[in-house]
């Protein structure tokens, strides 16, 4: 984790986030979301949607952190206020990746650390997040202290797929903080 650089993401980063999210999505979720679906995933595409949604303060997906390693975003998080109204749960992890060969090296760990302490500068003091029931990386929220909470049928590219939800009450330990 020494050389790796995390900051908040900017409007130059839309292509360096899509190709890490790009990269995330065909090595995640082939056989959990239509192939017809991935295989016209473009990553020039997805940098301009995140050029409109870098450039745009008031973009409810605006936020975002980067992990850069030797000059290359190797990951990123973006976060913001959960806009589905759960009462308990004010702040929302939207999404994390890190590329394949730089996972396991602490770095989705410390983007979180990054996402709550960015949260807590919102006065947000608690999270959730929503990972595919299918999805083999969701013991990573479990490791940091996520509790589950519930599950939903959402419909994608015209499939149901089912999510489940992790939330964290109390952000503060996540960012390091200690409770108060
Ligand atoms: C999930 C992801 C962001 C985690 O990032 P990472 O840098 O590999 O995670 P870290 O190295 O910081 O690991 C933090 C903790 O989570 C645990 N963990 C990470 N991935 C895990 C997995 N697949 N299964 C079980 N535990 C896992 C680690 O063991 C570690 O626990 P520890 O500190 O107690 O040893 C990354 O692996 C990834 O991009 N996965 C593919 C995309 C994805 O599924 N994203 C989530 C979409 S909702």
Known sequence: MNDILIRDAGNDDANGIAHVQVAGWLETYRGMISDSFLDKLLVEQRAGRWKQILSDPNDVYHRAFVAIKDGQIVG???YGKEHSGDSDYLGELFAI???KEFQGQGIGRELVKHVAQ???NQEVLSMLVWVLVA???QQFYESL???YLREQTIVFEGESLYEKAYGWKDIRPLAGEMKG
Request: proline share 7%; no cysteine; glycine share 20%.
């Open 135 to 137: 999805n083999p990386y």
């Open 118 to 120: 960015g949260l807590l």
């Open 97 to 99: 990746y890190v590329l």
């Open 145 to 147: 202290g996520g509790v």
């Open 76 to 78: 990123f998080a973006n």
